[in-house]
Every structure is written in structure tokens, then in C-alpha cells.
């Protein structure tokens, strides 16, 4: 009897699990259409995370860059690049202003910047809490090219190169396939303005240090 009474309770608990699994996996169809790659050991860059950007809801009058169907381009004339010009400050000058405030932004800068020469820097960071879609927080790996001239800084659109799920049932965190368009793996556009608002957020810190006068 007891025998019985155990077999019963353990066809329940398989019962009850398959369910869940059958729940779970459905949820998990709806990760951005899922587009999982093999897991990795959970790195999450800790020294390339930012430091201090601001919430990503704060509204951004002058953003650099929108998200739309068309992938990242400039607000104003839907280019892969933005320019603004900054009066009165030499390569040098914008140079070290910029680096000053990427190692301030970065938890870790010199696994971040990477001066590729004299008037380009690059930044590869990591976005921790990019984005939420369908109730799943994704964490981002980013590349951003800054290019300098006297009176100049352009910065070209970012390149994502890692999306990461988070808390996904049974796996922890999955990584998305980066073969398929950003457009595909980021399909909502509530999504994209909470993503691409990041960078914006980020162009906007850099600019500020640029204003800045160190004039006696």
C-alpha cells in the first residue's frame, strides 16, 4: 500500500514538471522568437559594465541616434553616423577630454578604450539591463568608434555584437544569434527606444565633458 501510495505521488510530481516544462518552454518562444545560441559560463564583463548612466526613461531632447525597422542611423538625416561640432578644442584636446570621461563612465577603461590612433577611439563596453522584452532583462556587448577632428567629434552607429537573456527557465541565460538582423532578435520598438536611449544617454555624458571650459 505504501508502495502504491509512493508511486502515485512520483507519477503526480512528473506530471507536474512536464507541465511546467511545456509552460516554460512556450515562454521561452517568445524571447524575441528565442534564437539561442549554446550558453556560455556567465561572464558578464564586469569591467566593461558602465558605471553611471542614467535611467533609461529619462527623456532625451538631442538623442544622436533612433532604432526603427531600418537598424540604428542618426536622428536627422538617417545616416550610420553623427557629427557635432565643438568650437575651439583641437584633436588633442577632444582627445584627452574623452578619455578623461570614458574612464570615469567605465568600471574597468582599459579593458573598454582602445585608441586606434591619434583621432579614433574605439570603446567596447558592456550594457547591463539594456532592454526588457516580453518580461526578460537583456544585457548588451557594444562597440563604438569615436572619430576626431579639430572642432569635431563624430561617433558612428553602434555595433552590437552580443545580446544576453536573462533568468531564462531552466537555462539561466541564453545568447541570442547574432547572425539574424537586430531588426529580428529586437522586433518591438519599445524595446528598441529603451536600447538605443542607452547609447544615447552615453553620446549625450561624453558631449557634456566636450562643453566644458578650462579657461582662466
Given at each position: 500500500m505504501i508502495k502504491l501510495y509512493f508511486l502515485f505521488v512520483l507519477c503526480?510530481?512528473?506530471?507536474?514538471?512536464?507541465?511546467?516544462?511545456?509552460?516554460?518552454?512556450?515562454?521561452?518562444?517568445?524571447?524575441?522568437?528565442l534564437n539561442v545560441l549554446p550558453i556560455s559560463?556567465?561572464?558578464?564583463?564586469?569591467?566593461?559594465?558602465?558605471?553611471?548612466?542614467?535611467?533609461?526613461?529619462?527623456?532625451?531632447?538631442?538623442c544622436a541616434f533612433i532604432?526603427?525597422?531600418?537598424?540604428?542611423?542618426?536622428?536627422?538625416?538617417?545616416?550610420?553616423?553623427?557629427?557635432?561640432?565643438?568650437?575651439?578644442?583641437?584633436v588633442s584636446q577632444l582627445r584627452s577630454r574623452i578619455l578623461s570621461k570614458l574612464t570615469e563612465l567605465f568600471k574597468s577603461p582599459k579593458d573598454v578604450i582602445k585608441q586606434i590612433s591619434d583621432n579614433i577611439i574605439q570603446?567596447?563596453?558592456?550594457?547591463?539591463?539594456?532592454?526588457?522584452?516580453?518580461?526578460?532583462s537583456h544585457d548588451i556587448s557594444f562597440n563604438l568608434v569615436i572619430q576626431?577632428?579639430?572642432?569635431?567629434?563624430?561617433?558612428?552607429?553602434?555595433?552590437?555584437?552580443?545580446?544576453?537573456?536573462?533568468?531564462?527557465?531552466?537555462?539561466?541565460?541564453?545568447?541570442?544569434?547574432?547572425?539574424?538582423?537586430?531588426?529580428e532578435l529586437v522586433s518591438k520598438q519599445d524595446s528598441r527606444d529603451e536600447l538605443i536611449n542607452k547609447f544615447n544617454i552615453l553620446i549625450r555624458d561624453i558631449?557634456?565633458?566636450?562643453?566644458t571650459n578650462d579657461d582662466w
Amino acid at each position: 500500500m505504501i508502495k502504491l501510495y509512493f508511486l502515485f505521488v512520483l507519477c503526480l510530481l512528473i506530471s507536474f514538471a512536464t507541465k511546467a516544462q511545456g509552460k516554460s518552454k512556450e515562454s521561452l518562444n517568445n524571447i524575441e522568437q528565442l534564437n539561442v545560441l549554446p550558453i556560455s559560463d556567465g561572464n558578464i564583463f564586469e569591467g566593461s559594465q558602465i558605471n553611471n548612466i542614467n535611467n533609461s526613461s529619462e527623456n532625451i531632447d538631442d538623442c544622436a541616434f533612433i532604432f526603427d525597422d531600418d537598424g540604428f542611423s542618426s536622428k536627422n538625416d538617417n545616416k550610420d553616423f553623427v557629427v557635432y561640432t565643438k568650437n575651439g578644442l583641437t584633436v588633442s584636446q577632444l582627445r584627452s577630454r574623452i578619455l578623461s570621461k570614458l574612464t570615469e563612465l567605465f568600471k574597468s577603461p582599459k579593458d573598454v578604450i582602445k585608441q586606434i590612433s591619434d583621432n579614433i577611439i574605439q570603446i567596447n563596453g558592456y550594457i547591463s539591463d539594456a532592454y526588457v522584452s516580453e518580461g526578460y532583462s537583456h544585457d548588451i556587448s557594444f562597440n563604438l568608434v569615436i572619430q576626431l577632428k579639430d572642432n569635431k567629434v563624430r561617433y558612428n552607429r553602434p555595433e552590437i555584437s552580443e545580446i544576453i537573456t536573462k533568468n531564462v527557465p531552466f537555462l539561466g541565460i541564453a545568447h541570442l544569434d547574432m547572425s539574424k538582423p537586430i531588426t529580428e532578435l529586437v522586433s518591438k520598438q519599445d524595446s528598441r527606444d529603451e536600447l538605443i536611449n542607452k547609447f544615447n544617454i552615453l553620446i549625450r555624458d561624453i558631449n557634456k565633458s566636450l562643453d566644458t571650459n578650462d579657461d582662466w
